[in-house]
């Protein structure tokens, strides 16, 4: 039997290429784990780029409608104001003029019959169409659906989590005042929309904040 004999190997040699060896297998597994982490720190700019920029979309359309939805209250509350204790609208044509000239949206019709020199009693067919919010949270969704959304920090996650669960309580309540106004009950309507108001300020207070704090999500 032939055996080998210690003294024969080049001890040096041999560490050198178990080093050599030990420092290519670390210094692979730190660059999968750069381009691991780089691709994680990319695909996160890109959700919240898509995040920002669908905020920016809901924001402009939430106050657009807003404005336009919150004229149905003062429209009705203007005309509870302007009919008599009869229920009965009874105005000079230039009061009525300026009413209409007001609210233009909301006349689909007016019949009048005088009842004095001056005095003419009005009825009125209102027309109100509610404007649709369509508040978007795909991009939400999706940064959901691929996990990449844990790698926000916390602060920014407890942030957009509120605020989408502030858009889908908007959501709610339009599809409540939707119902109202399909069913016909003006006062339901009133009371969802000054429901809604108060919860479309918050979420426009919590959309500005976001736009102006996401880049501190990276």
Known sequence: MRFFKLKNFNWKYILGEILLLFAG???A??????NASKAVQQDKEVALVKIKGEIEANLEELVQNRELNQQIPSFFAEMDSLNGDDGKLILTPSAMQD???KYPRYFSGVDSVQVDNELFEYKVDAFVNLEITDLSSI?????????IFHEFGYDCLYDLQGLYYTQDLVKTELSKATDALRAGSMRTLVRELAILKQLEGQLEDQ????????????
């Open 25 to 27: 297998i670390n210094l």
């Open 29 to 34: 597994i730190w660059f999968n784990d750069w």
């Open 99 to 101: 009413f209409r000239q």
């Open 139 to 147: 991009a939400w969704e999706i940064a959901k659906s691929t996990g």
């Open 207 to 218: 959309y500005r904040d976001m736009i102006k704090n996401i880049d501190n999500c990276k």
